[in-house]
């Protein structure tokens, strides 16, 4: 029972403010949703509330014969909550896998940052009232974080790079009581921003892309220092030096650190000859997908090679050939760019997601006008006053180009960690435990620099370089800083978490229509079970396969799939390949659903 319910709400008190918007902003309203047997514990229904002060939703869920209610929309990108997945107290969004506590409204697991808004409800005569103030039924994230906020000169938490990790860190430590300086470092010059969108989404506005503004730091009192660079850490004094753009070197004292460097674009190998010419492209930044963007909607830019067949590879390609619009803003009327993906597999992401899958990705890339070359090695760049002009292969080929996009993936940001007393793993990336501290007292990593335990499959050295598991490695951070380290008790309307303990999840945008959401973790993409329409519709379920049972899931056109299985491994329910080897919803014996099946 997931549906909208749209109905006109009676008023079941009448409040001057339903005939006098200037009512005073404490006056509440009241309405009338149901009736107690509309819901059954376990469900949840979306209704509308219309007056003629106030034209909202809210999300109404029964769990132990209470009723709670909260904003409809996900605190993340504001998609429908009702299509999500309620399980055990824990409400997972549909989508991108955001999850809240049903008791609370907390959020409990990333993508997002911030808490759903909770409203009050009555129960009168049977029925279930909502009680509310109109303009916090307009508002669709919560804060913790007083208006009044004092902050003490300690205990310090100095926090270095500004990303998923980084910033989720900073902000769970305030949601949560941290009541101490937070100095919050990044060589970026802007906010801290959601870097995803860069290649699903690069013509979307700088301001749209921001986690948070101005005014929410300076409420925190997080100090944010941009456009620095921390230089060194004595990792014995605890004392980091850094230089802010512009300014003298300057140091600070830390009693708690948090290593959030995060990644870079990997460079063309230095034995390709022309990487160092002009147009050649990579994205990172805010600023590189400003620049990207400016240079393909010049009339001169024609040609475009993107070299790799990574995410965003991908993700780019499908923009190129499908979001691009003309000057009026329609995609029909949209400049044609000739787009070329040279890359070194056989089809794009097979690594990823196995063979079957990338062929039909590339299918669908090359019938929006794409042209691939597989199992291909750039030999050489070559231009004209100094700038690219054609990628030349090792079979001989020559491919014209205006524009080069190097997306052959990313390295970690560790040159500051270099000669440290860190403990690394044999592939250079900070090695971490259940609580993500390193070797080293009191210093923490998180994010794509680490390598961690990835507890709902008892792994123990893992590294998921996804948006969502930076967040929750930083979520997890503050939680050790504030129960192990501070020894802040538990309880209260949030427990801390004492591990590390979430599902990576993913998602990646191919094109405006195509829409790929992956739960789970697994090497072997060509162990897979696989049912639906890859070659039509592409609308299809994968189950990846590791010693019998399945160990991630990806899924096209099936919400919210991917989220319930997500809740199947959080709560430790081994699936067996004979449970969907038949039936792609046999995972679903595992846990109690109240909601239909995905269709």
């Not at 509330?49 to 106030?54: C, E, G, N």
């Not at 980084?166 to 009581?177: E, I, V, W």
């Not at 020559?398 to 940001?413: R, W």
């Not at 162990?527 to 991630?552: C, M, P, S, T």
Request: aromatic share 8%; hydrophobic share 35%; glycine share 6%.
């Amino acid at each position: 029972m997931m549906d909208t319910i749209k109905s006109t709400l009676t008023t079941i008190t009448g409040s001057a403010q339903d005939h006098n918007p200037s009512a005073t902003s404490n006056e509440q309203i009241r309405h009338q949703l149901c009736q107690v047997n509309d819901l059954q514990n376990g469900q949840m229904k979306e209704f509308e509330v219309k007056t003629s002060i106030v034209n909202a939703s809210v999300l109404l869920i029964k769990q132990d014969d209470k009723f709670h209610a909260y904003s409809s929309k996900c605190c993340h990108y504001k998609l429908p909550l009702a299509k999500g997945v309620l399980i055990n107290n824990r409400l997972r969004c549909f989508a991108h896998g955001a999850c809240f506590r049903v008791d609370t409204g907390d959020i409990e697991d990333h993508p997002g940052h911030s808490h759903l808004p909770k409203y009050n409800v009555e129960i009168v005569d049977d029925q279930v009232i909502l009680v509310a103030r109109p303009q916090d039924l307009e508002k669709w994230e919560r804060s913790k974080i007083p208006d009044d906020l004092v902050v003490e000169s300690r205990p310090v938490v100095a926090i270095i790079g500004a990303g998923a990790g980084g910033f989720t860190c900073a902000d769970t430590l305030r949601q949560n009581g941290f009541r101490g300086r937070i100095l919050l470092f990044t060589r970026e010059g802007t906010l801290p921003y959601d870097r995803v969108q860069l290649s699903k989404q690069p013509l979307k506005k700088p301001q749209d892309l921001l986690l948070r503004d101005h005014p929410f730091f300076k409420k925190a009192k997080i100090d944010l220092m941009l456009d620095t660079n921390v230089t060194h850490i004595n990792w014995t004094t605890k004392n980091l030096t850094f230089q802010t753009l512009g300014k003298q070197l300057r140091s600070e004292q830390y009693d708690y650190l948090v290593l959030a460097t995060g990644l870079h674009s990997r460079r063309l190998p230095s034995s390709i000859p022309g990487g160092d010419l002009r147009s050649i492209f990579y994205l990172r930044s805010m600023e590189d997908a400003n620049n990207l963007v400016n240079k393909v909607k010049s009339h001169e830019t024609k040609n475009i090679v993107i070299i790799g067949d990574s995410f965003m590879a991908l993700e780019i390609c499908g923009w190129l050939t499908t979001g691009l619009a003309g000057p009026n803003g329609k995609p029909e009327d949209a400049e044609k760019k000739n787009v070329s993906v040279v890359m070194q597999l056989k089809a794009p992401m097979m690594r990823i997601f196995g063979e079957r899958i990338a062929g039909a990705l590339q299918k669908i890339h090359e019938n929006n006008g794409a042209k691939f070359y597989p199992e291909a090695h750039v030999t050489e760049l070559t231009g004209e006053n100094n700038i690219v002009k054609f990628v030349q292969l090792a079979t001989g080929e020559s491919i014209p180009c205006d524009l080069v996009i190097v997306a052959i993936g990313s390295e970690t940001c560790t040159e500051l960690y270099k000669d440290s007393p860190l403990e690394l793993t044999e592939d250079q990336f900070i090695k971490v435990n259940d609580h993500l501290e390193t070797s080293v007292d009191h210093v923490l990593a998180v994010g794509d620099i680490s390598k961690y335990p990835l507890r709902i499959f008892n792994l123990d050295e893992v590294n998921c370089q996804h948006w969502q598991m930076a967040c929750s490695s930083g979520h997890q951070a503050a939680d050790t800083i504030l129960h192990h380290y501070l020894g802040q008790p538990k309880g209260g309307s949030r427990p801390l978490k004492t591990d590390f303990y979430t599902t990576p999840i993913y998602w990646t945008t191919q094109n405006n229509k195509t829409t790929i959401r992956y739960a789970g973790y697994t090497r072997d993409p060509e162990n897979v079970v696989i049912h639906g329409d890859l070659d039509g519709e592409f609308k299809f379920v994968a189950y990846y396969i590791v010693d019998g049972y399945v160990r991630a899931v990806a899924q096209s056109k099936y919400d919210p799939l991917s989220s319930e299985v997500a809740e199947v491994f959080h709560h430790k329910r081994n699936i067996r390949k004979e449970d969907i080897e038949n039936d792609m919803h046999g995972y679903r014996k595992y846990l109690d659903f109240k909601t239909k099946k995905p269709e």
